[in-house]
């Protein structure tokens, strides 16, 4: 992994390889069970019986529940709680992200990119600069620059329709007339992708500081067994998700240890056990 000036993370084969490498530690631990392509169906964070079940499964039980799924998801699973309630008021939207490369071509702009003004373009987003932030990620049989427009989100309904059925060659078009008319980039591209990602990103919209808030103090009154990490509620990008998770789950850590082998790390030694003693 790479750490860049602009706060971003960057792998050389794509941001898969993150998850993939924690895939791996953890395959390793024996006092970690995975359950591949395993949707959760049913959670309970009310001590005692606290449990995760995923489809088709039985409970597991547990002693605490982290819980990076998105928020929409974690409502489903909690079902009756009042919890599920507020967190299903977190909205989330589609984007379609269409990655762009042009073969020869002078661009010299050095900036993480620019996004537009709704009153311009409302069905576009942004473009990000990507050969700018991640030039090791450029090919190397050329000279090549790459942008990614970024499109839709809560307006992809109004502009695009269903995401399961949209046009792509629209929003390719689109994307490619938006290089035009703020770039000045004309070209045909080498490479021109339209992904759709469904319900991708939360929208923070006016008061979400507040519902996140309400969320934590609903958690504690209650003594609900259920830390929230994950980009639902205070950052989307994956730095974000990373120090939350650092946040929410080390106090988790010291909770745990205390409980089962007397074991304070701020007090002794690294030399005790240590480990993951609960799985979400």
Known sequence: ?????????????????????????????????????????????RNPGVSVTVKGGRPRHCDHVVSAIP?????????????????????????????????DINFDIEAFGCLLPSYENPAVLGII?????????????????????????????KYFGDSNSC????????????????????????QCHVDILQNCIPHYTVGHRNKVSHLYRLIKEENLRLSLIGNSYNGAGVPDCIANAIDHTEPLHVIMNERYYGYNPALEEDSAPRGDLFQS
Not at 77 to 101: H, K, M, N, P, Y
Not at 175 to 188: E, N, S, V
């Open 167 to 190: 046009d792509h060659d629209l929003i390719r078009t689109m994307a490619l007339d938006t290089i035009k008319q703020y770039l000045g980039i004309g070209d045909t591209p080498s």
């Open 1 to 45: 992994l790479a750490v860049i000036p602009s706060s971003g993370i960057n792998a050389e084969y794509g941001m898969e390889q993150l998850p993939r490498a924690l895939l791996n530690i953890l395959r390793d631990k024996q006092n970690v069970d995975i359950y591949d392509n395993s949707p959760v169906d049913h959670i309970t964070v």
């Open 71 to 103: 928020s929409f998801a974690l409502a489903r699973a909690l079902r009756d709680e009042e919890i599920g309630d507020r967190l299903a008021e977190i909205q989330f939207v589609d984007v379609a992200l269409v990655s762009v490369e042009f073969r």
């Open 129 to 157: 600069f990507d050969s700018v932030i991640l030039p090791g990620s450029d090919t190397k049989q050329y000279n090549s620059r790459r942008f990614s427009v970024m499109m839709g989100g809560e307006w992809f309904a």
